[in-house]
């Protein structure tokens, strides 16, 4: 059993400088996420969602404030945290099993790894593919592959940086529900960056709604309806208007808008 502890974001500052230009991207984040707990993070495009959480897995710093697990300075390159991408990132020339253990620190399995590897493979339904490479799977399973990746070295924390994005809708809809499956098995906190209302609704016990860059925590609202959830539910339906009000408030449409 994982020993889950709070992810905390104190303060979270950071800016970018492009040719001396300086462009502020997160203002004053400031938030807690309790150990099992699933946030979604939601935006307008280019508030700085992203930035976010390669701040936390430690691809860049902030330029001002401190990220915590269980009260201490997360370290850089740690197993604490794992993340998977929009694009499942895998080494093509690798087996789905090699691609998943690529990052383990011992390159000889003991029993007790290649057990874990397996038990990986079966909590994301890849188990009769040990052996097929990247080129030989859909873009679902290639990153079903990388969930189980991201999940091999027990992370406290799995980030999630819009993994479904490149997916078809029916395919969608059904990572969302094998994430939840593997959420609740798993026992990860995770923080999930998507663009889609619904899916942010469907999985999380909170939704954090992103201002306009320089991005603040504009809103957070939380989901309070029993899982499994029902997309076609009433309680669903009025928490979907209400976060598209907080979102569409934050971008210039194009066009009128009413829900
Ligand atoms: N390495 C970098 N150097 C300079 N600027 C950067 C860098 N990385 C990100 N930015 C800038 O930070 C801002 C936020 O980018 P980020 O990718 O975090 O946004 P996002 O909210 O994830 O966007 P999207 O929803 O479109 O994916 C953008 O203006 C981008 O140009």
């Not at 502890?5 to 303060?11: I, K």
């Not at 080494?91 to 874990?116: C, M, R």
């Not at 809809?173 to 469907?202: C, G, N, P």
Request: hydrophobic fraction near 40%; include cysteine.
């Amino acid at each position: 059993m994982k020993n889950l502890e709070q992810l905390s974001l104190h303060n979270i500052n950071k800016s970018f400088f492009i040719n001396n230009k300086k462009i502020d991207v997160l203002k004053d984040i400031n938030l807690d996420v309790t150990p099992g707990e699933f946030v979604s993070i939601i935006g307008p495009s280019g508030c700085g969602k992203s930035t976010l959480l390669r701040l936390i897995i430690g691809l860049s710093h902030q330029t001002i404030g401190s990220i915590l697990l269980g009260g201490r300075e997360l370290q850089e390159s740690t197993h604490e945290v794992g993340i998977v991408f929009q694009e499942s990132r895998l080494f093509p020339w690798l087996s789905v099993y090699k691609n998943i253990t690529f990052g383990l620190e011992n390159e000889h399995l003991s029993q007790k790894d290649q057990a874990d590897v397996k038990e990986h493979l079966h909590l994301v339904g890849l188990e009769n593919f040990a052996d097929a490479y990247p080129s030989q799977l859909s873009g679902g399973m290639q990153q079903r592959v990388s969930i189980a990746r991201a999940l091999i070295s027990h992370p406290k924390v799995l980030l999630l940086d819009e993994p479904f994005g490149a997916l078809d809708a029916i395919t969608r809809i059904y990572m969302q529900q094998e994430i939840t499956r593997i959420w609740q098995t798993e026992k990860s906190t995770i923080l999930l960056v998507t663009h889609d209302i619904d899916e942010a609704i469907f999985l999380s016990d909170r939704v954090i709604v992103m201002s306009h860059r320089p991005a603040t925590i504009k809103n957070i609202i939380s989901v309070d309806l029993p899982r499994p959830r029902d997309r076609n539910s009433y309680d669903f339906l009025l928490l979907r208007k209400k976060i598209y009000k907080e979102f569409f408030n934050e971008i210039e449409m194009p066009f009128s808008f009413s829900i």
